[in-house]
């Protein structure tokens, strides 16, 4: 805590004396005072980057401080203490924008732990801030809609990393989101002005992806007709991202290194070195770690990808994302769909935030598509929303139990489920179904084929 000023407001005197004290302790910069008015004052005048207050206090409550304090400066923490500890009022507490809330007495050891998580969130929002103001109009880091602790901190890393030349590989989930960070970080580095080229290394026939990486001279092959330049040149001077790179074979992998490491490569039925200067963002769904073991990933490659890891948290890791995910789908397919829908009753945004997404911000999406749609009424209420994420039992929130089997056992059956479900609500179009399912169509077919289905 050293070099944060806390100001402690509690109206009993022993007890902020003591709260002072631990707090000095500990390394924080502490002002103290048993006024409301007082604190409220003092936030105003002076650098604080914490506020303590009580909850039930003369002239101002904890309420007041908390309101006064947030239109004074909105990025100053605030921990509420109440002897009061009812839901009712943590909820309130927590609406009007504080940090967290303590119920008296006070645990110290607690204390401490809160104080520290609220700091570092202020820090993450500080600097995400200041990364904003540093980019211009198309830094896209406000497409991604997000309000978890756990997608500030990916984003922080995400827009401390763009202003590097270094490679960044981005793991996460089918469906979290990890093109748009990519997205992001071109656009918030001095290379925004150059192209961003994607390539789903899935979705390309494993004989056309060299040819699609490196273009290909006049006569290379059967129909190749004319000279064509492939990604890397289409994005020299900018960024090429690999999305689904695990599914690159081995010998493409060796000629992606030889970029990486000679920032040169030859087009197919060429011999001449053709240089480019490009920055790589991968990503992948798949345990590269494992492949690697398996023999199936280039070791020295993933070094080179992986000189700044992103992990995207799958949905079921942060719910804080939900609401606000929820509130932007909703506007969005509204607007597309001429319906006129102002809000989601609490009981859809109980059930929606206990789901557990197996697929992910897709299938978000896909859901509140499909409820806005089917709606009736100004209120997306529970009716709209499918059946299957109303069921407690459904596969996407199966408990773990003991004696279902292993786990490869329990992951291959709600695979074969869900896949059913999407299958049965496409009318059987694979395509449809493997974008409700959130992953590519390849990767369908290998599973129905897998499955025998």
Known sequence: MDKHTILVIEDDE???????????????????????????????????????????????????????????????????????????????????????????????????????????????????????????????????????????????????????????????????????????????????????????????????????????????????????????????????????VGEISLSTQLKLLRVLQEKEFERVGGNQAVRVDVRVIAATNSNLDKMISDGKFRQDLYYRLNVISIRVPPLRERKGDIPPLVSFFVTKFASENDKDIENVSKEAMDIMLKYNYPGNVRELENIIQRSVVMARGKILTTDDLPLYIKDTKSEGNLPIEKGIGSLDEAVEELERNLISEALKQSGGNQSKAAKMLGIGERNLRYKLKKYGK
Do not use: W
Not at 55 to 76: A, F, H
Not at 129 to 135: A, G, V, Y
Not at 213 to 236: I, L, M, N, P, V
């Open 14 to 244: 022993p007890q902020l004396k003591s709260l002072a004290g631990f707090l000095e302790n500990v390394g924080a910069n502490v002002i103290a005072t048993t006024s409301s008015i007082k604190g409220i004052s003092i936030a105003n005048e002076q650098l604080v980057d914490l506020v303590i207050t009580d909850y039930k206090m003369p002239t101002k409550s904890g309420m007041d401080v908390l309101r006064e304090i947030k239109k004074i400066n909105p990025e100053i923490s605030v921990i509420v203490m109440t002897a009061y500890g009812d839901i009712e009022t943590a909820v309130q507490i927590m609406k009007e924008g504080a940090s967290d809330y303590l119920t008296k007495p006070i645990d110290l050891d607690n204390l401490e732990i809160v104080i520290r998580k609220a700091l570092e969130r202020k820090r993450l929002v500080s600097e995400n801030r200041e990364l904003r103001e540093r980019l211009q109009d198309r830094y896209r880091f406000d497409e991604i809609i997000y309000g978890s602790p756990e997608m500030e901190e990916v984003l922080n890393i995400a827009g401390r990393a763009a202003f590097s030349k270094a490679s960044i590989l981005i793991c996460g989930e089918s469906g979290t989101g990890k093109e748009l960070i990519a997205r992001a970080v071109h656009y918030a580095s001095p290379r925004k002005d150059s192209p961003l080229v994607s390539v789903n290394c899935a979705a390309l026939n494993e004989n056309l992806l060299e040819s699609e990486f490196f273009g290909h001279e006049k006569g290379a092959f059967t129909g190749a007709d004319r000279q064509r330049k492939g990604r890397f040149e289409q994005a020299d001077g900018g960024t090429i991202f690999l999305d689904e």
